[in-house]
């Protein structure tokens, strides 16, 4: 039997470390929740009510996630320190086979594979695909501060075991990938060994099960999924160049085609405007922004119309759901038109007509 541990620092991270942990399940699969260090007092205990959903998917979890004022405030340098702690007495108890991550720049990771490698000589460092990251590569990969002065002041502070990866995936500590799509992965990982996804899995009665309890902790109706006609996806308000406007002409065009009743609404995480988008649209169903969008895609209707822009969520549903109709709204914005351009060449491929606000859609 081989142990596996999965760090998850985002739901799409849980959804696909759950697909892989049902994979496995001969194995000890244990999941190192790992949440985003800041300075700020931060109380949150989403994964932690995520993971009373996958008792029966996971052996055991550590989660790193503030979920009540009881628990210790730290700066980053002493939560740092405390994670790199707890993650060497987990390895050093249970040392790992394989270790799986969403992001291989994430310090915590990394730690863990150096240490990993120091109970076993051929431990195999694993990338969950991340979403649109894996297949157009990272943001600032181009730029000078990331390709020479980040990589040199993390070796600075942390020793060789840094291993600096130019994109997702890319690092020294990756041998394999899992992906959605394999063919279209950044051109700078394919030398590394590529797989698919199971995407059986995510039609077993055991990962939909987890997903119906995720919808029970964010308390959807699950039996309401059912009627969705149009689902709107939701990019952050301030991805947009006229913001909250540009949301509210995407739902009247959804309106169009629809009754506002049959709408579901999914905003962004981190929206500002959930209590306007539930003022200004009474009559739709709003699902709850925290929710993984990933947790619905196994339970919506094939033909639910899905309408997004430049988000992962696009991606995921063109995967998972082959026959859903999906319709990614261009957007018009000098800023990041070098992002549009490659983000319309990878709907194309992936067969996502990118349409104008005013098309017949």
């Known amino acids: 039997m081989m142990t596996n541990y999965y760090f998850i620092s985002s739901p799409f991270h849980l959804f696909l470390a759950c697909n892989l942990s049902i994979e496995n399940s001969n194995d000890k699969n244990i999941a190192i929740i790992i949440p985003k260090i800041t300075n700020i007092k931060v109380v949150s205990n989403t994964f932690v009510k995520a993971m009373k959903s996958a008792k029966n998917i996971f052996s055991e979890f550590t989660s790193f996630e503030r979920a009540n004022d009881g628990i210790p405030f730290r700066n980053k340098h002493d939560e740092r320190k405390y994670r790199f702690g707890v993650i060497e007495l987990l390895l050093k108890k249970e040392p790992a086979d394989r270790i799986y991550t969403g992001n291989d720049r994430r310090i915590e990771f990394q730690f863990a594979m150096h240490i990993a490698n120091k ?42 075991w840094w291993k600096h990866p130019n994109t997702s995936g890319g690092s020294a500590w990756i041998n394999t990938l899992y992906v959605a799509f394999p063919e279209h992965v950044h051109f700078s990982v394919k030398n590394k060994s590529i797989k ?21 902790q964010f308390d959807v109706d699950a039996k309401k999924i059912d009627g969705i006609k149009v689902l709107v996806v939701i990019t952050h308000e301030s991805f947009y160049p006229d913001g909250y406007h540009h949301i509210v002409k995407v739902i009247e065009k959804a309106k169009q085609l629809t009754e506002e009743k049959y709408i579901a609404i999914k905003a962004h995480p981190r ?14 169903m709003h699902i709850g922004n925290k929710l993984g969008f990933e947790m619905l895609l196994p339970l919506l209707p094939d033909d639910c119309l899905l309408i997004g822009d430049a988000s992962t969520a696009v991606f995921t549903a063109r995967w998972l759901k082959p026959v859903m109709k999906i319709r990614a709204i261009k957007i018009v914005d000098e800023s990041k038109a070098e992002l549009h351009k490659e983000l319309e060449k990878l709907y194309t491929k992936i067969n996502v007509p990118v349409v104008n606000m005013n098309d017949d859609w």
Do not use: W
Request: contains cysteine.
């Open 119 to 160: 109970f076993r000589y051929d431990v195999t460092g694993i990338y969950m695909d991340d979403g649109m990251a894996t297949y157009l590569g990272h943001k600032s990969m181009n730029t000078i501060i990331h390709q020479y002065i980040e990589p040199l002041i993390k070796k600075i502070v942390y020793g060789n």
């Open 196 to 216: 698919n996804i199971n995407y059986d899995i995510f039609q077993t009665t055991q990962f939909k099960d987890f997903c119906l309890k995720q919808l029970e």
């Open 271 to 284: 929206s500002e405007k959930i209590v306007d988008l539930k003022n200004d649209f009474p009559n739709c």
